[in-house]
Nanobody, 124 residues
Framework: QVQLVESGGGLVSAGGSLRLSCSAS????????KGWFRQAPGKERELVAAMLWNGDNTHYTDSVEGRFTISRDNAKNTVYLKMKSLKPKDTAVYYCAADRKGYASVYASEYEYWGQGTKVTVSS
């Protein structure tokens, strides 16, 4: 079992930055594919960024490409999502997810482990 806990959300003005953290316990995330999803009110959960287990391949949804960066610290068993140039449409609850599949899926249903989410609000 893997337990994931997100932190770092909050209120930020448009154009600002935040760094979300996802701390894992139970097992090392080194061999897990990791993803950050978000869900805005009334919308489906969507993939924001994903990283293959070996860290070699990353994927970003088009709307955050160039603004968000997913990274990991294996020593801290933590995954990060650095967000810059934030926009009001980035407002959502952000979730960390992990799975043992050997590919970075864009589908939430294909991730086995989830955190509880951290809320990000971007004011205009």
């Amino acid at each position: 079992q893997v337990q994931l806990v997100e932190s770092g959300g909050g209120l930020v003005s448009a154009g600002g930055s935040l760094r979300l953290s996802c701390s894992a316990s139970g097992r090392t995330l080194r061999t897990y594919t990791k993803g950050w999803f978000r869900q805005a009110p009334g919308k489906e959960r969507e993939l924001v960024a994903a990283m293959l287990w070996n860290g070699d391949n990353t994927h970003y949804t088009d709307s955050v490409e160039g603004r968000f960066t997913i990274s990991r610290d294996n020593a801290k068993n933590t995954v990060y999502l650095k967000m810059k140039s934030l926009k009001p449409k980035d407002t959502a609850v952000y979730y960390c997810a992990a799975d043992r599949k050997g590919y970075a899926s864009v589908y939430a249903s294909e991730y086995e482990y989830w955190g509880q989410g951290t809320k990000v609000t971007v004011s205009s």
